[in-house]
């Protein structure tokens, strides 16, 4: 009898009933609720399921990111090793090869002024760098912080890696991924704010046709451009630019298929798992982390505000030939952003068609999120 009672009393507190604290239950609310919204709402469910389980196994299990050098076997958890390529930067170039591969880049050749909307929504991304220094943060840490507002949750990992800010990695890609997820709902009442319902009607002439030597120059060009000046972008720049490249070469279909399919999944399983479970109760319940997630919401706020006033100033300059609407797909949410350009302008008037417009701000913002990650790596000397 003795010995079943113990037995069954090492089994009961071998279950997660006695390890639970308050923070865990919060924690475990927070990843049912983000479920909830990937699931039943489709907020950028890819994303976000992978998140919000890893979240969830982590206030469950916290030995799944257990660190190698702290096992006693020196075994570390299974999620801890995906972790690892996060920190390596591996998996957030991996993830922008696949963007590239995916991502249909003419609507930019077509019409370059959407380089000059999709560096104007960076602008959230440098005030809240000041506002993060104001609240307390290093120089590197507020960097890392600031990147969020380009909504871009790749380039928010592979910075902070990069700056060494690996404490509050889980924080800025949590907020990074939750705000691309969260894009129909900040944007819209943003947009709707500062521009008229005139403006909101303004109908675009259609792209002109790109050639398919323009395609293939494209992601060649900017590479050589963008690297030459900051090489320390070739990571995500050059990730990006040879996923298109496998696009549009026409030459490596099956190079394209991969990286933009089988390639692109499997890498958001493991980012989006490690992410989720870097978001333990004890990292990250504290004030730093509710910092990280007001800044980050501000810098993207700011950001959708300032491509959406700088494309007010274009239509003015145009003569009423750009509606301001497609400079809040200036953040590099691709393709939601672009998305609720066009939703807000059918919302004004159901024939208006603003999508392929918005898809050349957004790619800009993209390249643009990762031109500001490498000039911030370039100010502290990290390569």
């Known amino acids: 009898m003795d010995y079943i009672m113990t037995t069954l009393g090492n089994l009961l507190h071998q279950t997660a009933f006695f390890n639970l604290t308050g923070g865990n239950l919060i924690m475990i609310a927070v990843a049912c609720f983000f479920l909830y919204l990937a699931i039943r709402h489709e907020f950028e469910p890819l994303l976000l399921v992978p998140i919000a389980f890893g979240m969830l196994l982590v206030n469950i299990y916290p030995d799944i990111m257990l660190h190698a050098e702290d096992s006693a076997n020196g075994v570390g958890g299974l999620l801890y090793y995906f972790y ?57 840490a507020a960097a890392a912080v600031s990147i969020i507002g380009g909504a871009d949750g790749p380039i928010s990992i592979f910075l902070a890696g990069k700056l060494q800010q690996t404490a509050i990695l889980g924080p800025i890609a949590v907020a990074a991924y939750s705000y691309m997820s969260l894009v129909p709902i900040i944007q819209p009442p943003i947009m709707k704010l500062l521009t008229t319902e005139e403006e909101r009607k303004i109908k675009m002439e259609q792209l002109r046709p790109v050639s398919k030597l323009e395609r293939i120059l494209f992601p060649v060009i900017v590479t050589i451009v963008v690297c030459v000046i900051l090489p320390t972008t070739a990571p995500l720049v050059g990730m990006l630019m040879l996923g298109n490249l496998f696009r549009e070469s026409g030459v490596v279909r099956q190079l394209q298929e991969t990286a933009s399919n089988a390639l692109m999944y499997i890498v958001v399983i493991l980012l989006g798992t490690s ?13 730093d982390t ?49 998305r609720v350009s066009q939703k807000v302008g059918a919302e004004a008037d159901p024939t208006n068609f603003l999508l392929m417009h918005a898809m050349g701000p957004n790619v800009a913002g993209v390249i643009g999120t990762a031109v500001a990650a490498g000039t911030f790596m370039a100010i502290f000397g990290v390569q």
Request: glycine share 14%.
């Open 290 to 338: 509710i910092k990280i997630v007001i800044l980050g919401l501000i810098a993207f706020m700011f950001g959708t505000a300032a491509g959406v006033i700088f494309g007010k100033i274009m239509c003015k300059l145009s003569g009423g030939k750009i509606n301001p609407l497609i400079g809040s797909a200036g953040v590099s949410a691709v393709p939601m952003a672009a």
């Open 84 to 140: 690892i390529l996060d920190e390596w930067a591996i998996l957030p170039s991996l993830i922008f090869m696949g963007v590239g591969a995916m991502t249909d880049f003419g609507p930019l050749i077509a019409n370059p002024k959407s380089f000059l909307l999709g560096a104007s929504a960076q602008f959230g991304i440098f005030a809240a760098y000041l506002g993060a220094m104001a609240m307390g943060f290093s120089d590197k």
């Open 275 to 287: 992410v989720g479970a870097t978001t333990s109760a004890e990292a990250f319940l504290n004030f």
